[in-house]
């Protein structure tokens, strides 16, 4: 096992993968993780800056308090990061069709995220804001986004029955994605 402690990561390229790596305020840029295995690493305190984690297994790694910044991480199964510490942030990312199923990720930030096909079925995502995100046939299915602020993200469709949405915030514009469950027709 190594542990690397405030190091900068550029242009890296993990073809072989990681396994039991322990990354402490590390920052990743320009660095290619699609579809490299990194089991069991713990990351914490680090930042990714236009990185590829597209198809990448996290299987039992630590994300703490992790930072992604214009990367693109479509496919990766959230949900198989260690459930003990999750806490992310996504800035100018692509995050379709990932998983965040039953990931508890209260106060999570997605700002100007595409998180097309992504699944956050029974996951908690309270007080979690979706700033600009695209959420085009996103899986809301008994997931927590009590208090989630949801006013300038488009194109979601959340089951009011199927979720805990108290005092969550949506703008008007978004009611018809939240009506459709409801078969009704919504006029001008």
């Given amino acids: 096992m190594s542990v690397y402690e405030d190091k900068i ?19 990743f840029s320009n660095c290619n993780f699609s579809e490299a295995k990194v089991i069991s690493c713990q990351f914490n305190d680090c930042s990714f800056d236009n990185c590829n984690l597209s198809i990448a297994d996290l299987t039992q790694s630590t994300l703490n308090n992790a930072s992604f910044r214009n990367c693109k991480i479509m496919g990766v199964k ?4 260690n459930d003990f510490i999750f806490e992310v942030n996504f800035d100018n990312c692509i995050l ?9 990720m209260s106060k999570t930030i997605f700002n100007n995220c595409s998180l097309k096909g992504a699944d956050f079925g029974e996951a908690d995502l309270r007080q979690s804001k979706f700033t600009g995100c ?7 299915y008994n997931t927590n986004i009590q208090e989630a602020d949801f006013t300038s993200a488009c194109n979601y469709t959340i089951d009011l029955t199927q979720n805990k949405i108290k005092k969550a915030r949506f703008s008007k514009d978004g009611l018809t994605g939240l009506l459709n469950h409801f078969n009704i027709i919504i006029e001008d």
């Fill in 96 to 104: 379709d069709y990932s998983s965040f199923e039953k990931r508890k």
């Fill in 9 to 27: 990561f550029d242009g890296e390229v993990y073809n072989e993968g990681l396994f039991d790596e322990i990354f402490d305020y590390c920052t």
């Fill in 134 to 140: 695209d959420l085009n046939e996103t899986i809301f």
């Fill in 78 to 81: 959230f949900n198989h990061c």
